[in-house]
């Protein structure tokens, strides 16, 4: 049993590799979003009250490109359910009687990655922990969003264009690695891909847009994906609160 203080620190420590593996992502976050047209401090603001990544990157992405509201919404919406899912699952963890405002709290900081940490460890969470393992990868988004932000209001127009091509870079670097390792991320990829292209190929669909186009494809692959490889229920670990 640690104490407060002792299960805050862990969770610093825990949260700290995670935070310095945001900050090139969300530097070009800040870099894509400022070259796209939007200001600085609306795109640090974004950092700040968002910690959602992809849906960060798609939903700025519509906004420069003038998409509607309801658009907007939806895609972000579909790129952010996963959220909902791993708040249910680490609901199962938490200790008892934790308020609903501690709830709040910490889940504004769950991610894929702290996700990940908080799950495997065995036993109750406590929200100091938890605290601890979300404040480092905040800290690191919001840093990362600040410096890609400021650094591009410095560089020259061509630069700053040419540099777009990192956010392309970003997210092969992120499906390729697992696609390396398993065969559903594959199929759940080629899926996607396929959806994308008869959507944007086929004539008949042309009155759907781009934002939309998203959305589907999500869908229709998750929805494949989930059904042809359903997720194998793990055997609980020992009862050890951090």
């Known amino acids: 049993m640690k104490t407060g203080r002792e299960a805050f620190t862990y969770g610093w420590k825990r949260g700290i590799p995670i935070a310095l593996g945001y900050i090139p992502v969300s530097f070009t976050f800040g870099f894509m979003a400022v070259s796209g047209g939007l200001p600085a401090w609306l795109v640090i603001f974004i950092s700040l009250s968002n910690l959602t990544s992809a849906g960060q990157f798609a939903g700025t992405n519509l906004i420069i490109g003038g998409a509607g509201l ?80 400021l650094i591009t209001k410095a560089m020259p127009d061509s630069l700053a264009m040419a540099m777009g091509i990192a956010l392309y870079a970003m997210f092969i670097a992120i499906i390729i690695p697992p696609m390396k390792k398993s065969r559903p991320v594959v199929l759940v990829v080629g899926i996607s891909v396929l959806v994308t292209c008869l959507l944007y190929y086929v004539p008949f669909f042309s009155f759907i847009s781009s934002g939309f186009r998203v959305i589907m494809a999500t869908v229709v692959a998750a929805a494949f994906g989930a059904g042809l490889f359903p997720a194998e229920e793990k055997e609980e670990k020992e009862d050890v609160r951090y």
């Open 70 to 149: 309801v658009e907007i919404m939806l895609t972000t919406f579909v790129i952010n359910i996963r959220y909902m899912l791993m708040s249910l699952s680490i609901s199962q963890k938490i200790e008892p009687g934790m308020s609903l405002i501690k709830r709040m709290i910490f889940a504004f900081g769950i991610t894929d990655e702290t996700f990940s940490v908080a799950s495997m460890e065995s036993g109750r969470l406590s929200f100091s922990y938890l605290v601890g393992l979300i404040l480092a990868p905040i800290a690191g988004w919001s840093l990362g969003t600040t410096m890609g932000a």
